[in-house]
């Protein structure tokens, strides 16, 4: 059974910095074979897609995070991380690692998806 832990979620005051990590056991489990991601869920909204990577390093970011988060992995630790700077209010969300994804092709280009499992969550709240 696959388990993934996430560590790093905090309270920082806006503009600050946070760094998400995720941690796949055992290690077997190659976190780097496959797409893996890091989503987010605010109260009363949907989850979000908010950085992927997929095994051939490709990154993809959500709209609103481009420039100030960085999705990266250390396959000798078989992890991921979330580098957030520039944090504002509203990215305040529990923030979920996902592993585990598929590359999915279409005519639009390539993104992950089908992430087949998650974290537990780390909570990230900025203030103003």
């Known amino acids: 059974q696959v388990q993934l832990v996430e560590s790093g979620g905090g309270s920082v005051q806006a503009g600050g910095s946070l760094r998400l990590s995720c941690t796949a056991s055992?290690?077997?489990?190659?976190?780097?074979?496959?797409?893996v991601g890091w989503f987010r869920q605010a109260p009363g909204k949907a989850r979000e897609e908010v950085a992927t990577?997929?095994?051939?390093?490709?990154?993809t970011y959500e709209d609103s995070v481009k420039g100030r988060f960085t999705i990266s992995q250390d396959n000798a630790k078989n992890t991921l991380y979330l580098q957030m700077n520039n944090l504002k209010p509203e990215d305040t969300a529990m923030y979920y690692c996902?592993?585990?994804?598929?590359?999915?092709?279409?005519?639009?280009?390539?993104?992950?998806?089908?992430?087949?499992?998650w974290g537990q969550g780390t909570q990230v709240t900025v203030s103003s």
């Open positions: 055992p290690f077997v489990y190659k976190m780097s074979e496959y797409c």
């Open positions: 990577i997929d095994n051939e390093g490709d990154t």
């Open positions: 996902a592993a585990g994804g598929i590359v999915i092709v279409t005519m639009s280009g390539k993104s992950c998806g089908d992430f087949g499992y």
